[in-house]
């Protein structure tokens, strides 16, 4: 299982066909305390840059794209109870969404672990 | 990932207050706010906000604006722009204010105090050069002890309206009534139930205030102008400090174990929950003291007399009813409804508009102000809410969300 990272500070972790998605850890920090979560509905089609999701924090909401196209198959139900999962894990129990990954080829636009901890510490 | 909110333009070059090194150090996240860069949080703002309704939290508000009016008449001067009573204001006691357009429109909300007749803010000879030095009026300040007639004022505005402000006072009071700008000082903001305790310990003596009065003190040589009042319904102090005497009091007061720093997140959280409105959100040049619910701060013989700016309108506002007004609502669900979302009818055509929105610490749940139509603005009301292609339902609340908790003058603790 491989991991991936967009500048917009999306994971997606790739299991054959299936991607998990999240925010990182290093987004959560940013945001704050996360208020409110609103995942994708299963079977939505999405093309990668696509809303798919949003977070809000005590201060903000923001959108969270899709790092790769894909169908949805299904939201992360425990975020609508626990929002807070995303503070406390955001790489593990805090992902927002699965989805069956339409083109592969689209993840080779993507950074890796190594190249998106460079990218944060420039920021 | 990426913030939906468009981010307010603020001035490309950002002055440092003089407790900026000081929040860097503690961990303060600095972001642009009223022409500085001011620290929004620290450990986070959820954390903070439950801090301060439990125990105590320091804030650094330096960025409003601290001003002296004084010379003969300035109260009765003063009177001609502000709809509340100046004149019958006892020595050490404040009230909240407005500052009035022509028109009735707000253009700032403030607190102002009618101060004890010497000079209060200087004490040392050191002090009182410097501040020679740096306002030509000081100097008849500090002469002006003898208790003569001249009544000073101390009035406190937002640091995003300051300037206005100051050129709008300047513009409609006589030359007669000097305005000393004391931009030397800092001001800090200690709020939450354990304020007392702390501060007491350092500052003996200012448990003896009762909301809404104040007084002179001196800490470690310095003049300190305290008052017991705030901005986020507990209970709690606000310190005119010099600016150079500013690090060493904050340092005091976050010794105490009562006591840490708290950024501008939970500042708006806190406020929003006490049900006070935040100018530049939920107050602005359109809106009239009648239309923002304000209605408190037009005090009895101004309306019987009038005469203040605007006042025609506002009193046949306040006579018929505002057409809008600003009322607070929960809303249903999870989901934060913020400033800029709309107000819908069941068409989903405009009729209002949320000023300040977010999830509240305390409720647990999203609150909001907004203004609506006269008729929607009774608690218990369900009104719509459209934000970002979703419509959210909410109910008209009395406000405070949470009760203030200040201390009154007669009141058995």
Redesign the interface.
């Known amino acids: 299982m491989s991991r991936y990272f967009t500048e ?3 994971w997606v972790d790739v299991d054959g066909d299936i991607g998990t998605v999240g ?1 990182t850890d290093y ?1 959560q920090g940013q945001l ?2 996360i ?2 979560v ?1 995942v994708p509905e299963e079977g939505k089609a999405l093309t990668k840059g696509d809303e798919a999701a ?12 899709t790092p790769v196209s894909g169908v949805v198959l299904e939201g992360n139900s425990a975020l ?1 109870d626990n ?1 807070g999962l995303v503070n406390e894990d955001a790489e593990g129990d805090g992902w927002f969404f699965k989805l069956t990954i339409g083109d592969k080829s689209e993840l080779d636009e993507l950074m890796d672990e190594a190249k998106y901890a460079d990218f944060v510490s420039k920021l | ?5 468009t981010d307010t333009t603020e001035p490309e070059t950002l002055d440092a207050l003089p407790l900026d090194t000081w929040h860097r150090t503690k961990g303060g996240r600095m972001v642009p706010f009223a022409g500085y860069e001011m620290p ?2 620290y450990e ?4 903070e ?1 439950l801090w301060v309704r439990e125990s105590a939290g320091l804030f650094d508000v330096s960025h409003m604006g601290q001003l002296v009016f004084s010379g003969e008449g300035a109260a009765k001067a003063l009177e001609a722009l502000l709809p509340g009573d100046i004149t019958g204001l006892k020595p050490a006691k404040m009230r909240y204010s407005m500052l009035l357009a022509d028109n009735g429109g707000i253009l700032d909300d403030l607190m102002i105090t009618a101060l004890p007749t010497q000079h209060p803010f200087v004490s040392s000879e050191v002090e009182k050069r410097e501040s020679d030095a740096r306002e030509r009026v000081s100097t008849s300040l500090d002469t002006n002890g003898e208790g003569d007639a001249a009544q000073e004022l101390y009035m406190v505005v937002n640091g995003a309206t300051k300037w206005d402000d100051l050129g709008y006072l300047r513009e409609h009071l006589a030359d007669e009534i000097t305005i000393n700008h004391l931009d030397y000082r800092a001001l800090l903001a200690l709020q939450g139930p354990k304020a007392v305790d702390a501060l007491d310990r350092i500052v003996p003596g200012v448990a003896a205030l009762t909301f809404m009065t104040a007084g002179a003190f001196d800490w470690q040589g310095h003049r300190l102008w305290i008052s017991r009042s705030g901005y986020t319904g507990e209970d709690g102090f606000e310190i005119s400090v010099a600016g150079d005497a500013v690090e060493a009091l904050a340092d005091a007061l976050v010794d105490q174990p009562e006591v840490k720093p708290i950024g501008l ?1 939970a500042r708006d ?1 806190l406020r929003l929950e006490a049900g006070l409105p935040l100018y530049g959100h939920d107050l602005d040049d359109e809106t009239t003291p009648v239309m923002a619910d304000l209605g408190f701060a037009l005090s009895k013989r101004r309306r019987e007399e009038g005469g203040f700016m605007g006042a025609e309108r506002i009193l046949l506002e306040r006579e018929n009813g505002p057409v809008a007004k600003r009322v607070g609502l929960i809303v249903d669900g ?3 409804v ?1 400033e800029g979302a709309m107000v819908v009818d069941d068409e989903g055509s405009e009729v209002g508009k949320v000023t300040s929105g ?2 509240a ?1 305390s409720v647990g749940q ?1 609150i909001a102000m907004a203004y609506v139509p006269a008729a929607s603005a009774v608690p218990g009301t369900t009104v719509k809410l459209a934000q ?1 292609g979703k419509v959210h339902s909410a109910t008209v609340t009395a406000m405070p969300f949470i009760p203030h908790r200040y201390v009154r003058a007669g009141a058995s603790k």
């Open positions: 917009d500070h999306e925010i987004a704050g305390d208020v409110f609103e949003v977070v809000e924090s005590v201060k903000a909401a923001s959108d969270v794209y609508e929002s | 990932m990426s913030d939906t909110e929004v949080q986070g703002i959820m954390a906000h997140g959280s999870r989901q934060p913020r977010g999830f610490p999203p970002r």
